[in-house]
T-cell receptor
Framework: DADVTQTPRNRITKTGKRIMLECSQTKGHDRMYWYRQDPGLGLRLIYYSFDVKDINKGEISDGYSVSRQAQAKFSLSLESAIPNQTALYFC?????????????FGPGTRLTVL | SQQGEEDPQALSIQEGENATMNCSYKTSINNLQWYRQNSGRGLVHLILIRSNEREKHSGRLRVTLDTSKKSSSLLITASRAADTASYFCAAETSGSRLTFGEGTQLTVNP
């Protein structure tokens, strides 16, 4: 969905490096999410935010941190990357005002940690 | 642990045939959603069924929900080659969080 953008789209980094993945949305939604997807698996929730001052851990938050800089921006950081964090990362948005609580996904960031 | 489990993991059919995918979940839900993912791309929402609904239709999609069995199924009728993708169920639990299944890879052969 072009309304949800992620940068970078691909990144190769080395073990121990700090890396930040960024997500921006123009949908005006209040809720934002970070997921990771491993090959052949579904998405697992890392962190989510229901508004700028509300940040919550998901099921696999260890090794990650987030920042909600504005309603439209939600960044995911890996403080010290490790190889098992190699995955496809997705940002998503939703809004409490939507009649259906569907989520809108960005195109993904493919991260490789060597 | 994954809330949703899907079967089959992979399904290969011919164009024009129907495709059925199943999903099971573990806890009480507000609703159950189905998403589609083309290879390596973001997920796209297909359809949502609320916990008090039993069946829902949208175009060639039909979703059923059996809360007593904690299961849902997605039926795609008259499949097309363009339906080739991975399909994921996602259970919305309290707190408006979605928990995704592991997906079914559908291949529709021309």
């Amino acid at each position: 969905d072009a309304d949800v953008t992620q940068t970078p789209r691909n990144r190769i980094t080395k073990t121990g490096k700090r890396i930040m993945l960024e997500c921006s949305q123009t949908k005006g939604h209040d809720r934002m999410y970070w997921y990771r997807q491993d090959p052949g698996l579904g998405l697992r929730l890392i962190y989510y935010s229901f508004d700028v001052k509300d940040i919550n851990k998901g099921e696999i938050s260890d090794g990650y941190s987030v920042s909600r800089q504005a309603q439209a921006k939600f960044s995911l950081s890996l403080e010290s990357a490790i190889p098992n964090q190699t995955a496809l990362y997705f940002c998503a948005t939703s809004d409490r005002g939507l009649p259906r609580n569907e989520q809108f996904f960005g195109p993904g960031t493919r991260l490789t940690v060597l | 642990s994954q809330q949703g489990e899907e079967d089959p993991q992979a399904l290969s059919i011919q164009e024009g045939e129907n495709a059925t995918m199943n999903c099971s979940y573990k806890t009480s839900i507000n609703n159950l959603q189905w998403y589609r993912q083309n290879s390596g791309r973001g997920l796209v929402h297909l359809i949502l069924i609320r916990s008090n609904e039993r069946e829902k239709h949208s175009g060639r999609l039909r979703v059923t929900l059996d809360t007593s069995k904690k299961s849902s199924s997605l039926l795609i009728t008259a499949s097309r080659a363009a339906d080739t993708a991975s399909y994921f169920c996602a259970a919305e639990t309290s707190g408006s969080r979605l928990t995704f299944g592991e997906g079914t890879q559908l291949t529709v052969n021309p």
